[in-house]
């Protein structure tokens, strides 16, 4: 059962899955905090390098199925280019500001 994007509860979370289900790389950009940072697979990553390869070169979208710890925590269906389609985890630290100051994902 996949949850609607505007459905989803965090709303920086909420936020970066819009941008990266549009491929909006200024709105992604938007939700990050300065110096954000993040993790595939559990190995830190460059930010930038990273999401141009992984969702905006690539046309990188999420199809969420779960949401928890109040929406900084999700299941999504994660589909690319390179890669084809995933189950994968994703979580978010956001700041007091409302914006992610770090992500980490990898295969669920």
């Known amino acids: 059962m996949t ?6 509860s965090d709303p920086a979370v909420r936020a970066f899955v819009t941008a ?5 790389r ?3 950009q938007a939700v990050l905090a ?3 940072t993040m993790s595939d697979d559990g190995a830190d990553r460059d930010l930038a390098d990273w999401t141009d390869r992984e969702i905006f070169s690539s046309r990188g979208h999420m199809e969420v199925d779960n949401e928890s710890n109040g929406g900084r925590a999700l299941i999504a269906r994660y589909n690319n280019d390179t890669w084809g389609e995933m189950k994968t985890r994703w979580s978010f630290i956001v700041d007091d500001g409302g914006r992610i100051t770090r992500f980490e994902t990898g295969q669920a």
């Open 26 to 28: 200024d709105a992604f």
């Open 3 to 8: 949850i609607q994007v505007a459905k989803l």
């Open 20 to 24: 990266v289900n549009a491929h909006d």
């Open 34 to 36: 300065p110096g954000a």
